[in-house]
């Protein structure tokens, strides 16, 4: 089946190509469930609006696209810079579009706004794979482990590092293990988690579940999760000697916490994160962590990408972690 136009929702819906456009423009002239019968038709289809209204497939933007659902945190800022750099050197301009929303991601490659794309954004799903393949430009996914001719991934070790994690964490003395995951739906979530379990499985220690907290890699997230098992369930249930921590954000969330209800880092509790993000080595303790180069990951997809335009297929490529001891995991014997 060729590219689904309006004329094919509006077909499929049973309503006018005016009501289509309506609901795909979010103006309030419908009811909720005229524009939510539509929009669940448009989806289905996998319909693709044609922002520019004419093919473009023969002429080259000059420009590539970073797709992401947020820049919030310190990890989007130094991945766009990076990126922005080689587009400098290579003469393309960088476009960062954020959304949430997957018809306007999908739109906007369909519509040849770019002449590639970097992605990071988990609102596009194995469902507009095919689709994706069909707009026939190179992209490269930070996010998961996509390979085609036109598709390329560049993406952390996320499971080696969950799995050093754990390594180094044993390493120190204790079997009382604590853990505060990431998005467990996202790659690196997912990756350092299953990463993290496998390690400690292989040491045949358990993790116990009152010591498992969801911090969703978001530092404000993980105070509020903390908070609340210290305010409900501490003392009775105590503390781990040793927590990880998904990423540096919600590592330094946990120690503002510990340190907040009076527990002392690393002394009584030592934290590990991962990301080694610029605040790690200046934070009071300054943080341990494993160290997954956001700069590095920017530079390797946009250089990918520009080998792609250039004629070259799609690969994997994966960047190993490195530990970076401070001081939130003095040893014991250091004291």
């Given at each position: 089946m060729g590219q689904v136009t309006i004329k094919d929702v509006a077909r499929e819906a049973g309503v006018s190509i005016s009501t289509v456009s309506n609901a795909l423009n979010d103006v309030d002239v419908l009811t909720p469930e005229t524009k939510a019968h539509v929009l669940e038709v448009a989806e289905r289809l996998h319909y693709i609006p044609n922002l520019n209204g004419r093919n473009l497939k023969?002429?080259?933007?000059?420009?590539?696209?970073?797709?992401?659902?947020?820049?919030?945190?310190?990890?989007?800022?130094?991945?766009?810079?990076?990126?922005?750099?080689?587009?400098d050197k290579r003469g393309y301009e960088l476009n960062v579009f954020i959304s949430r929303k997957s018809m306007s991601v999908m739109a906007n490659v369909f519509g040849r706004r770019v002449?590639?794309?970097?992605?990071?954004?988990?609102?596009?799903?194995?469902?507009?794979?095919?689709?994706?393949k069909e707009a026939g430009i190179p992209m490269v996914f930070l996010d998961r482990e996509w390979i085609d001719d036109k598709m390329?991934?560049?993406?952390?070790?996320?499971?080696?590092?969950?799995?050093?994690?754990?390594?180094?964490?044993?390493?120190?003395?204790?079997?009382?293990?604590?853990?505060?995951?990431?998005?467990?739906?996202?790659?690196?979530?997912?990756?350092?988690?299953?990463?993290?379990?496998?390690?400690?499985?292989?040491?045949?220690?358990?993790?116990?579940?009152?010591?498992?907290?969801?911090?969703?890699?978001?530092?404000?997230?993980?105070?509020k999760t903390l908070t609340r098992y210290m305010e409900e369930?501490?003392?009775?249930?105590?503390?781990?000697?040793?927590?990880?921590?998904?990423?540096?954000?919600?590592?330094?969330?946990?120690?503002?916490?510990?340190?907040?209800?009076?527990?002392?880092?690393?002394?009584q509790v030592k934290v590990l994160g991962c990301d080694d993000i610029e605040l790690a080595q200046w934070f009071n303790p300054k943080l341990s962590t494993i160290k997954t180069?956001?700069?590095?990951?920017g530079?390797?997809?946009?250089?990918?990408?520009?080998?792609?335009?250039?004629?070259?297929?799609?690969?994997?490529?994966?960047?190993?972690?490195?530990?970076?001891?401070?001081?939130?995991?003095?040893?014991?014997?250091?004291?």
């Open positions: 023969t002429k080259a933007t000059k420009a590539i696209g970073l797709f992401v659902s947020s820049m919030s945190g310190a990890y989007y800022g130094e991945l766009a810079d990076s990126i922005q750099r080689v587009c002449d590639g794309g970097i992605f990071l954004n988990e609102m596009i799903t194995e469902n507009h794979r095919e689709s994706l390329s991934s560049v993406v952390f070790d996320s499971y080696q590092a969950g799995f050093d994690a754990a390594t180094y964490l044993l390493s120190l003395g204790s079997s009382r293990i604590g853990y505060i995951s990431g998005i467990t739906e996202m790659y690196d979530g997912r990756e350092r988690h299953r990463g993290f379990m496998d390690g400690l499985a292989q040491a045949k220690t358990p993790l116990n579940p009152d010591w498992m907290w969801a911090g969703y890699f978001n530092r404000a997230e993980t105070q369930k501490y003392p009775e249930k105590g503390l781990p000697d040793v927590i990880f921590a998904a990423n540096d954000e919600s590592a330094i969330g946990c120690i503002e916490i510990l340190q907040k209800c009076g527990i002392k880092v690393p002394e180069s956001m700069w590095e990951q530079k390797l997809a946009a250089e990918t990408l520009m080998d792609m335009l250039a004629g070259q297929t799609g690969k994997l490529e994966k960047i190993p972690g490195i530990l970076v001891e401070r001081d939130s995991t003095k040893r014991w014997s250091e004291f």
